[in-house]
């Protein structure tokens, strides 16, 4: 299964969920990112270094696309307050602005659109509707760290903090014989 986003130098791609942290997919295993394990992290909005408070303002439906940087690399060259980390957030309202696209530019950061199965999948646990069998498509379904049924991907509103959709090879390195077909790791509040 092909991811949804691709971000260069080892961006996870990220998308705010009802006050938390939701995936499109994920190029990576889920990021430990923690400012109280890394120190603090970074906030850019529309390309504009921003505070944890003014993201938290960012209505999730106004979001086109958040991302968490990890990679060393990448963040030397965002500010230097991203040195633990940052999250790059780009709104369905600015994403096409000259100042965004400046700022992937700069930052060497490039998307392809969310396959329409991953973005279903998305769709259905944000809902809080819930995976169908058809949607997981024989994936490994965990939430919370643990193996789920379908019933349990249904997930209430401001509960959801994170999804992650594992392609089979990205899956099976992490979870073995189980994620063959994929996995969708869902984190709740």
């Known amino acids: 299964m092909k991811t949804t986003k691709t971000i260069t130098a080892g961006i996870v791609t990220l998308l705010l969920v009802?006050?938390?942290?939701?995936?499109?997919?994920?190029?990576?295993?889920?990021p430990k990112l923690s400012a109280a394990k890394q120190g603090p992290l970074a906030y850019y909005v529309d390309g504009v270094l921003t505070?944890?408070?003014?993201?938290?303002?960012?209505?999730?439906?106004e979001i086109e696309v958040m991302n968490v940087v990890?990679?060393?690399a990448v963040l030397a060259t965002l500010d230097p307050a991203a040195a633990n980390g940052a999250i790059i957030v780009t709104?369905?309202?600015?994403?096409?602005?000259e100042a965004v696209k400046a700022f992937n530019k700069k930052h060497n950061i490039t998307y392809t659109p969310p396959s329409p199965e991953v973005k279903k999948i998305n769709d259905a646990v944000m809902?809080?509707?819930?995976?169908?069998?058809?949607?997981?498509?024989?994936?490994?379904?965990?939430v919370n760290d643990?193996?789920?049924?379908?019933?349990?991907?249904?997930?209430a509103h401001g509960q959801l903090s994170s999804i992650y959709v594992l392609d089979a090879a990205k899956a099976t390195k992490r979870y073995g014989?189980?994620?063959k077909n994929g996995a969708v790791v869902i984190t709740t509040k």
Not at 18 to 30: E, I, K, P, R, V
Not at 52 to 61: G, I, R, S, V
Not at 91 to 97: H, I, L, M, R, Y
């Open 127 to 142: 809902s809080g509707t819930g995976l169908s069998a058809g949607e997981l498509g024989g994936r490994l379904l965990l």
């Open 51 to 61: 505070s944890n408070e003014a993201l938290n303002d960012t209505k999730p439906e």
């Open 91 to 97: 709104t369905k309202k600015n994403k096409d602005s």
């Open 70 to 72: 990890k990679d060393k």
């Open 177 to 179: 014989e189980k994620g």
């Open 18 to 30: 009802a006050g938390g942290l939701g995936s499109q997919s994920a190029q990576a295993q889920a």
């Open 146 to 155: 643990k193996e789920a049924t379908l019933e349990q991907s249904k997930i």
